[in-house]
């Protein structure tokens, strides 16, 4: 079994910053691929930050210069330092791991339970 636990979500006025965190635990492997996601309701989710094994990171414009996506590769856990926060972050939060639990498994993703994040102006 793989857990993902999401914590650091919150209220925050614009111009603040929230630090969320993911920790993995369970039967892994290793892992390929850790990301950040957002979803507004009724909207589709939309990727905020990945970061690949390789240490190459990826941000949605909207998230370039204000968020930083990290990796504690020993403790399985990810983070997201969202800084200069604005109304328009305010969603759901999900991480998002692509990795793998043994040699008798595919690579396989999965996803945290989400964290609320609200932004007020």
């Known amino acids: 079994q793989v857990q993902l636990v999401e914590s650091g979500g919150g209220s925050v006025q614009a111009g603040g910053s929230l630090r969320l965190s993911c920790a993995a635990s369970?039967?892994?492997?290793?892992?390929?691929?850790m990301a950040w996601y957002r979803q507004v309701l009724g909207k589709q989710r939309e990727l905020v930050a990945e970061a690949t094994v390789g240490g190459g990171t990826k941000y949605a414009d909207s998230a370039k210069g204000r968020f930083t996506i990290s990796t504690d590769n020993a403790k399985k856990t990810l983070y997201l330092q969202m800084n200069d926060l604005k109304p328009e972050d305010t969603a759901f939060y999900y991480c998002?791991?692509?990795?793998?639990?043994?040699?008798?498994?595919?690579?396989?993703?999965?996803w945290g339970q989400g964290t609320q994040v609200t932004v007020s102006s």
């Open positions: 998002y791991f692509r990795l793998r639990r043994g040699p008798a498994y595919k690579e396989a993703p999965y």
């Open positions: 369970g039967d892994i492997t290793s892992i390929n691929t």
